[in-house]
């Protein structure tokens, strides 16, 4: 065996997780810098922070719109998910336990959405909904957020059932359960991280999508990702890095649960 | 992967049960749950594929002043699009920005991807989750946070006047530049993602073999590890050029106007000029361009792919 000239083994593995450290603070940094500034004790956003206060959190409830907003939102969210879940769960038990020939297509066509610039979805169902006479209220917001969800719903649900073997299925068909107590008793609870991660991505994606609602909104109720975003685009004050910052503490519970529920790489399919 | 099979703890003999079947006369086999496909079908095909198919069709539409249109089938649209040279300037630039963050997403990606996928247990899962949890912050809100770091008086602005490296603040929104290191956050879990999945498959006595058999590291790197991990580089890359050059938000926010964008421009035709059927012929070229890149890149790699595979069998 030749062991010549050879470098120290562990040096590349030394810049390779020097390289991640790096990456790892590129990643985190617009994150983190919200959270500093929300706390900030400065009018306008400013570094580094000359104090900080917990003001611009209590100054969140008294801004104008954003309670509304943020309750739309949350309604908009919980209702999307709940039917995403549906539609992605059934039709994830078609795609995983049947074999028809063309699964493979029809698991990209459920994907279709995720890929697919968001804004040109969203003009087409505009125009959709406006050819039918169909005016924009709550319920084409609804239908546009169910579009984009499914294909997390899918992508999470199909992970796990393909995770379980349909032997246990068999088995409490062969012990006299019909088809339905069969998904209920035995399927359903041992999809149920797939479900759990599935869904929070749904909510996430709903309770933070900017780019349909922006066709598909009524005229009178504001999402709360367009009252950020008109904000920002307007004025930059501390204010709404606390907006955002709730939205992201929000988030980070929702990292945990996930990791906890399912473990994040596997929610995402890696 | 791990995975918990509560089923084995059940059935001890997998085997024995399409005899067991058989003597119950339980019917496993058929297509149960196909008709379970039905809803979620229906909506895709009802709010997604139709309202395209409508689009395309608009897009061949005659615009009337006064936001109306006519069913006059004319290709106008479309002539306009190639013919006025802003169109075709934005349309270049936006799928050169797409690139940009797409080449560079791929090189700061894969090694991240690859301590994902061959690091200490413990590094891979912090990383793991570092990549994905931006993935739960809305675009809105990240790109907020670019804009608050990137600004004149930003933090990086000012850690480099700090260090020294530049006398006077960068301009770094409402260009390329900024727009470009904010898509490059965004869409970064989209190309570490597939790619460690790739690497995490490639099985580790490949590579010992290629040592035994007298390769270096770097060998090893580039005949074993990169060939293997071209179907996680196709698909990455895909992912983050199509999903880049789709993007709204974050040139919008970090652009303002001064960066002009493709979408953008297709929602002022929609929303300012009231223009429909050109809007409609916008997004058209828009995807056709995309995917017909997409399509040649992956003929591309693929191709490519055949070559490397060839030079090392012989």
């Known amino acids: 065996m030749r062991r010549g000239l050879r470098i120290a083994p562990w040096a590349p593995w030394g810049l390779l997780y020097g390289f991640c450290g790096l990456m790892l603070f590129f990643l985190a940094a617009p994150i983190v810098i919200i959270l500093l500034v929300s706390f900030s004790d400065a009018e306008f956003v400013y570094f580094p922070p000359p104090g900080f206060t917990l003001r611009w959190y209590a100054h969140l409830v008294r801004m104008e719109g954003f309670v509304p907003s943020f309750l739309l939102s949350l309604r908009l969210a919980l209702l999307v998910s709940g039917l995403a879940l549906m ?26 959405p995720l890929i697919f610039p968001p804004i040109i979805t969203g003009i087409a169902l505009l125009q959709f909904f406006s050819t039918l006479g169909i005016r924009a209220t709550f319920f084409t917001l609804m239908v546009g957020h169910t579009l984009i ?115 994040l790489s596997r929610a995402m399919n890696v | 992967m791990q995975r918990s099979y509560a089923a084995k703890t059940i059935l001890s003999s997998e085997a024995e049960l399409p005899q067991l079947a058989r003597r119950s006369r339980v019917r496993l086999s058929g297509q149960p749950y196909v008709w379970l496909l039905i809803p979620a079908v229906l909506v895709l095909l009802i709010f997604f594929v139709v309202p395209l198919l409508t689009m395309i069709r ?25 013919q006025q040279e802003l ?24 090694p991240v991807a690859y301590v994902i996928a061959r690091g200490h247990p413990l590094v891979s ?39 020294g490296i530049i006398a006077s603040p960068l301009r770094l929104t409402g260009n390329d530049v900024g727009v470009i290191i904010s898509l ?37 790197f580039y005949r074993v590890i990169l060939p293997l991990s071209i179907p996680g580089i196709a698909a990455g890359s895909m992912l983050v050029f199509l999903l880049a050059a789709g993007s709204f938000v974050t040139p919008r926010l970090i652009g303002k106007n001064l960066t002009q964008w493709l979408l953008s421009l297709v929602e002022e035709q929609v929303l300012t000029v009231f223009n429909w059927p050109f809007g409609a012929a916008m997004a058209v070229i828009f995807i056709a361009v995309v995917l017909l890149l997409v399509v040649v890149y992956s003929r591309l790699l693929e191709s490519k792919f055949a070559f490397l595979l060839k030079g090392k069998t012989s």
Not at chain 1, 219 to 230: M, N, S
Not at chain 2, 90 to 110: D, S
């Open chain 2, 184 to 220: 490059l956050h965004v869409f970064y879990p989209f190309m570490v993602l597939p790619l460690a999945s790739v690497l995490q498959k490639i099985e580790r006595p490949l590579e010992e073999a290629a040592m035994v058999l007298g390769a270096n590291r770097f060998q090893v």
């Open chain 2, 58 to 82: 608009y897009s061949f539409y005659t615009h009337v002043s006064g936001g109306m249109m006519q069913p006059d089938l004319t290709l106008e649209n479309f002539q306009k699009f190639f």
């Open chain 1, 149 to 263: 969800t499914i294909p997390y719903v899918v992508r999470n649900v199909t992970a796990s059932l393909q995770g379980l073997r349909s032997n246990v299925e068999e088995a409490a068909r062969l012990l006299g359960a019909n088809p339905w107590q069969t998904f209920w008793y035995i399927t359903l609870p041992l999809i149920k991280p797939g479900l759990l991660a599935g869904g929070i991505f749904a909510f996430i994606t709903s309770f933070d999508n900017y780019t349909i609602s922006m066709w598909l909104k009524s005229a009178e109720e504001t999402p709360l990702p367009l009252r950020i975003f008109f904000y920002i685009e307007r004025i930059m004050d501390p204010s709404v890095a606390a907006v955002s910052g709730a939205m992201i503490v929000f988030s980070i519970v929702l990292v945990i649960v996930t990791e906890k529920a399912m473990g």
């Open chain 2, 125 to 163: 899962r912090v990383l793991l989750i570092a990549v994905i949890s931006p993935l739960l912050v809305g675009i809105v809100i990240r790109s907020y946070g670019w804009m608050v770091l990137l600004n004149r008086q930003g933090l990086v602005n000012q850690a480099l006047q700090a260090l």
């Open chain 1, 87 to 112: 539609l992605g769960t059934a039709a994830s038990l078609a795609l995983v336990r049947s074999t028809f020939p063309g699964r493979q297509w029809l698991n990209t066509f459920f994907m279709s």
């Open chain 2, 87 to 110: 169109y075709r300037r934005v349309l270049i630039k936006t799928l050169l920005n797409a690139l940009t963050t797409t080449l560079l997403a791929l090189l700061l990606g894969y």
